[in-house]
C-alpha cells in the first residue's frame, strides 16, 4: 500500500513538471528576445560620439569657411554685416552657435575684458608693447595655422560634381547659395548670368567673388587648384600673394635690377618728378633703415635676398605683430604712459573688436 501511495506521488509530480517546463521555456525565450531588442548602452554612446565627431568636423569646417571667407562671402552687404555685429540692444555678436542652433549674444565689454585678461601676463592690470605684440602674434599664427590646415577639408566639402581635385566656378557658386540658405531645386535651375530672384547685395557679393576668383585663378580661368582656393579664401596664408608681395617689393625697391635690396634702396624712397625727374624721399628714413637691419637683413650681410623677402613681408613675421601694437598704442594710449589699461581699450571698442588684437581674420581680409 505505501509503495502504491510513493508511486502515486511520484506521478504527481511528473505531472506538475510536465506542465511547467514549457511554460519556462516559453518565458526564457521571450526574455531572450527583449533582451537582444533593447541596444546595449556602450555601443550606442559609441554611436553616437562617432556621429557627433564627424558632424563636428564637417560644421567646424563650414563654420571656418563662413567666418574667415574673403570679402566675407557669406555675409551680406555693408549694412547687414553691421547688424550682424550690433544686434538691437547694441550688444556685439559672436558667430556662435548654441546647442538649439540659436545665435548667441555676447556684450563687447564682455569679450574685450575676456581678451585684456588673457593678455596681461603678468597680471599688473595693463598691457604694455610687448604684450601687445605677443599676443596679436599669437591670434595671428592660430589663424594662419587653421587656414591653412582646414584648406584641403574645405576644398573637399565644395570640390563634389565631378571631384576632380580642382573647384569649378559653378560649383563654388552652387555652394555659395546654398549655405545662402536656397533649395537644391533653385541651385539647379538657377541662371548664372542673369541671377533671377536674388536681392541686390547678393548680386553685388557674387560679383565681388567673381573679381577676387579671376585673381586667384592663375592656371585656368574657370577653376581653381587647392593652393589657389587658399589664395581665394585665405589670401594673406597664401604663398603665391607673399611670392606676388616680394615682387612688388623688387619692382618699388630694387634700383639696380640685381634681385638684392640695400639698406639705401630701402630706406631711400624714389619717386617720378616732372619731366622724367626723379625725387628723392628721406622722409623716415631713419625708421625705415632700423627697420632694415631688424627684420629684412636676417644675416646681417647688408642686403637683402628673396628669402628674407618672403620672410618679411610673410604674416607670421614679428614686425607686423609689432606694428600692430604701436598703432593700438598710438590711437588709445590716453595718458600717454606707453601702455594700455582696460579702461583705455573700452573707450575705444571699436577700434579693438576691429584689430587683429580681437577679429584677427576680419582684419586681414580688410586687408587684402
Known sequence: MKQKSSNSKKLNIFERWSFAVPILCYLTFFSMIWVLSVPLKSN???DIMSNDIKLYSKLKYEDTFEIKMKNSNFNSDKAEAENQLFNDKGEY?????????????????????????????????????????EWIRMKILEHITGAISNNYALFSLIDVSPKDDVISWKEYHNYFLKKRGFSNKYVNNHDEKRHKGLQRSIKEQIMRDK?????????DPDALTVEEFLAFTH????????????????????????????????????????????V???????????????SVDLNGDGKADRRELLHYVAP????????????LLALADNDHDNMLSLDEILAHPDLFLKSKMVDTAQSFHDEF
Open 93 to 133: 555678436m559672436v558667430n556662435l552657435n548654441n546647442n538649439n542652433g540659436n545665435t548667441i549674444h555676447i556684450d563687447p565689454t564682455a569679450v574685450l575684458e575676456e581678451v585684456f585678461k588673457k593678455a596681461d601676463k603678468n597680471r599688473n592690470g595693463k598691457l604694455d608693447s610687448k604684450e601687445l605684440s
Open 44 to 46: 550606442t554612446k559609441l
Open 280 to 294: 628723392v624721399i628721406r622722409q623716415d628714413e631713419n625708421e625705415r633703415r632700423a627697420e632694415f637691419r631688424k
Open 235 to 278: 589670401p594673406e596664408s597664401s604663398a603665391a600673394n607673399h611670392l606676388a608681395l616680394v615682387d612688388e617689393l623688387y619692382d618699388k625697391f630694387d634700383r639696380d635690377g640685381d634681385e638684392l635690396l640695400t639698406e639705401d634702396e630701402f630706406a631711400v624712397l624714389q619717386t617720378q618728378g616732372g619731366e622724367d625727374e626723379m
Open 316 to 327: 607670421q613675421s614679428p614686425r607686423h605683430s609689432e606694428h600692430e601694437a604701436e598703432a
Open 211 to 219: 573679381a577676387s576668383w579671376m585673381e586667384a585663378a592663375k592656371s
